[in-house]
């Protein structure tokens, strides 16, 4: 039996695409190690040049990746940031600061890796993402 927590935070995974599919005692599993991490409006989760190797599900809230001041896209609820970092441990490629109120929820690099062995589709959740991000930057060189 899950906790109120647990199934709150469940909840909230579920609405990023990513999770949509997941078992849920993969979720609960899930749901008992990500850390929430709260943002007041224009705090800064991470600078481009950091090192990190967790990524972050927002599950309420705007933020806003940004190389200096060029904003190179928005993300709200049910979208994925820093993943890049969770795959391939380099340096931060752009900064992440909240437009509003956020609520964040941390996924380590290890579980996300045990994640993505157990469940292919995870992968390609992930795969998904960073294919739709990429038209979106080819888009906007004209490419």
Do not use: C, W
Not at 16 to 21: E, M, T, V
């Amino acid at each position: 039996m899950t906790s109120a927590a647990t199934h709150d935070k469940m909840q909230r995974l579920r609405r990023a695409s990513l999770f949509a599919s997941t078992p849920a005692n993969v979720l609960a599993a899930l749901a008992d190690v990500v850390e929430e991490v709260q943002l007041a409006p224009n705090q800064q989760l991470f600078a481009k040049g950091d090192l990190g190797t967790s990524m972050y599900v927002i599950v309420a809230g705007l933020v806003q990746v940004h190389i200096g001041d060029r904003t190179v896209v928005e993300l709200s609820e049910g979208e994925i940031v820093g993943e890049l970092a969770a795959l391939d441990p380099e340096p931060r490629s752009a900064s992440v600061s909240a437009i509003n109120p956020t609520t964040l929820y941390r996924i380590e690099q290890s579980t996300l890796h045990s994640l993505m062995a157990d469940h292919p589709q995870i992968v390609q959740g992930i795969i998904k993402e960073l294919a739709h991000r990429l038209r979106e930057s080819n888009a906007s060189y004209g490419f």
